[in-house]
Each structure stands twice: as structure tokens, then as C-alpha cells.
């Protein structure tokens, strides 16, 4: 049986749509209440399960954590796909972030959507839906970006960011002193968003039990907690994160190739949940025996999906016929500790990486939703 997402569960696509009704004053799925001022800061990779575990290296944020602390980052456990979920408040299947790395068919490629934007590709119309922050500029208020410098122009940041004032600063004390500056002005009710990308980039680096890791959820956690003493009285803190992950050793590495990849044009998606596209001269009959191939081989330690098969299971939400071509013709959703790499080329930087995400455990779905200030439930 195929996974599918809880019905009717909270999840992303809920933080930052409450975020902007708690300013705007209107009831909300998060029960958030009237707010001033809406700040959202999202620490990339910081998994339900791994801050748990890391408790004693947190304070802050643990200490804000309750039995309904935890929500769904939603499919594919990917920031491309999180992050614009998080900032449309719509599924993957309506916004047209698939995926880390997903067909233009358009042009016969395929595209990294956080790093492979181009002139051929236009950030304001491949994300098919306007942002919470267009939303909140139109009501009047004051949308705001803080996070580091290289950012700013990027094509993903145009897509998912698009309609936000954007506050560079560089490390993670900067964003806390820069989000205390923004609060402490007067003027329009503020919708904030503060990314902090450092815990994910030591995870793929290093592992999320390293050193490296946990220096940076201090350093995290310290952000948090002045971030939280500069809150005034009307002023709602959520910190939550786009997915969680889980390291995976180099000796649980998957090199695929032969007839698992015969008829296969294209191999994208990410190393646990690769998706694959056929040659458009396929036929329907290899394209079922190449799926049935993976069934017999990989069926025991991964979700093996038809994209019919996952768009019916609920994996990308509701589906707009544009997205489709989008999403792979077969899913390879990993379920045990292992990452997919494609055996016909050589991929030293993917395969450096040490925790990964993409798919479906509870180490990469399960994310905190942390209250402070206004939003604390208490």
C-alpha cells in the first residue's frame, strides 16, 4: 500500500496562510490569534525526530514543544517543493514545484528548481500561484524576507518569495537582530519570514550527529531565543522547518542502471525519491515492464509509484493539468535507509552528501510547529 497524506492533517501549506489570517484577524487552521505582527522562521532540515533527539543542544525550541508541536511537510520531503507549499499555502500539485530536480518539456531537460534557473525558464509563471506575500502587500501589509545575501536575486527566490521586501543579513545572529529591527518600526501590520538554510547544509555535509550539526542548532536556537525577546506584546512567533532527514551511509547507496533505467529518457527527482521519464516513443507495454522490473527489485525497500498511481494516493494534493508532464512517470520513493543514484554517471558531489530527504518516513515528513509570543498556546 502506498503512503498518503493524513486527510485533513496540518501541514505547511498551513503556517504561513495562518500566519497572514492571524494578522489579518480572521479565524485561522492553526487557532493562531490576533496578531500585529506575524514572524515565521524556518530552519531547513530541522526534523521533528532529529530536534528530539538533540534536545539537550535546544533549549529554546524544545522547550516550546508540545503534543501538538508536530505537523506534515508534505510530498516530496524537498525544500524546492516545502518551501513554495509553505510560502502559497497550495500543494505541490498546484504550484508546480515537484520535485529538487523535475522535467521541462518545454525544452527536453531537466531542471535543479533551487540552482538551474535560466532565461528560458521565468520564476513568476513556472510557480503557477500567487504568494502569501503578493496576497498580504495587496491587504495593505508589509511583507518581509530576511535571510543571507546570495539569495536575493535567485530565480527560486522569485518564484516563492516574489511580492516580499527582501532584508539581507549574513549569519544567523544578523537575522535575529535584523527581525528585531523590523519590529521595533511603526507603520503596516508585518508578515516576516526568516530562513535559516546552516542545519541543512552541515547535514548534507557532515551528518546531522555531527559536530558541525549541532554547532549550528545552538547557534540556531540562539537566533530563536532573541528573536523571542525582542517580541512585543502583539507580536506571534511560529518556527517550524520545510523537512526533516535522515543521514544515509555511503555503503546504502543504490547505483541504478541497466534495465531498470532501458527506455528511460530522463532520471530526476533526488537520491530517496528519484523520478523517472520515459522515451517519449515508449510503449505502454515496456513502460509497464520497466515498472514492474522495479517492483520485483526495489518493491521491498521502496514505494514504487506510477505517476497516475501517485497523483490517486494524494503524494502531490490536487493536480492541475499543466503540472502533470511534471511529475515523473515513475516514482521511486524510498522507505528504507538508502539514497538512488543513477550508475551511468559519475555524481561525486550527490554522493558526498551524508543526510538525505525526499520521501516518505517519519524522519523527513515530521516537522515542529513551534509557538512564541503571541501564538503561544499557553
Known sequence: MLPAPKPRGLSLADVLQSCLEAVSGVHNRLGLGVAHNAIVVMVDGLGADVLRASAGHARTLVGAMTSRSVIESGFPTTTAAALATLTTGE??????????SILDAAHDRVINQISGWDDRLDPATWQRVPTLFETARERGFDPVVIGPARYRESGFTHAVLRGARYVAAASMGDRARATAEELSTSGAPKLIYVYIPELDQAAHAHGWQSTEWTTALEMADAAVRDIVSSLGVRDGLIVTADHGLLDVPRHSHVLVEGKLLDGVRFVAGEPRCLQLYFEPDASPQHRENTVDLWRQTEG???????RDEAVAAGWFGEVDTEVLP?????????RKTIAYYDGRTENRKGRSMVAQHGSWSPSETRVPLLRFGAFDLA
Open 91 to 100: 500543494s505541490p500539485g498546484r504550484h508546480g514545484m515537484v520535485g529538487y
Open 326 to 334: 511534471r511529475i515523473g512517470d515513475v516514482l521511486i520513493a524510498a
Open 300 to 306: 521491498g525497500r521502496s514505494w514504487i509509484a506510477t
